[in-house]
């Protein structure tokens, strides 16, 4: 910047001013938006802040532009973001392991119970089928007995 020699002054400023420093000082609309959206920029950043000074030397003004800011702030808004969607997108893959896991308990306890009922079948089916041999067995031998008594009663009826 340059000072007249009317004494008037045009000094531009560049400063790197802590992000704590701002929150301290910050009221207003900055605070709120701060505030009511939870967001929240590393303590350890600074923000480029340009101060602008005009006026004379005796009544000088001084504008600060923190234009710089919004930078911050919109990569503070895109980190809480991330965040809160990576948060989500956790939550819904552990949501949809367990959901998973519960299907595929679900589906162990069907295969056990119809592999059950399936034994059951085929256990009833093996007794009956062993019961049906066992009864023409039994009549097998029965009518081989009258058989064998027939032909003893014709030998000795001869």
Do not use: W
Request: no cysteine; charged share 40%; hydrophobic share 30%.
């Amino acid at each position: 910047g340059y000072t007249t020699l009317e004494q008037m002054l045009f000094h531009d400023m560049v400063m790197n001013v802590p992000v704590q420093h701002l929150k301290e000082q910050a009221n207003g609309e900055l605070n709120k938006v701060m505030k009511n959206q939870n967001i929240d920029i590393p303590i350890g950043k600074t923000v480029r802040v340009d101060a602008l000074i005009r006026g004379n030397i005796k009544k000088p003004t001084i504008k600060f532009s923190l234009k710089n800011l919004a930078g911050n702030l919109k990569d503070a808004i895109k980190d809480k973001v991330k965040q809160e969607f990576d948060k989500q997108k956790k939550e819904l893959e552990r949501k949809a392991n367990e959901e998973k896991d519960k299907a595929i308990q679900q589906g162990e306890a069907k295969k056990k119970e119809l592999e059950n009922q399936a034994r059951q079948r085929a256990e009833e089916e093996k007794r009956k089928q062993e019961e049906a041999i066992r009864q023409k067995a039994e009549e097998e031998k029965t009518k081989l007995k009258e058989q064998g008594k027939n032909k003893l009663k014709d030998l000795f009826k001869k």
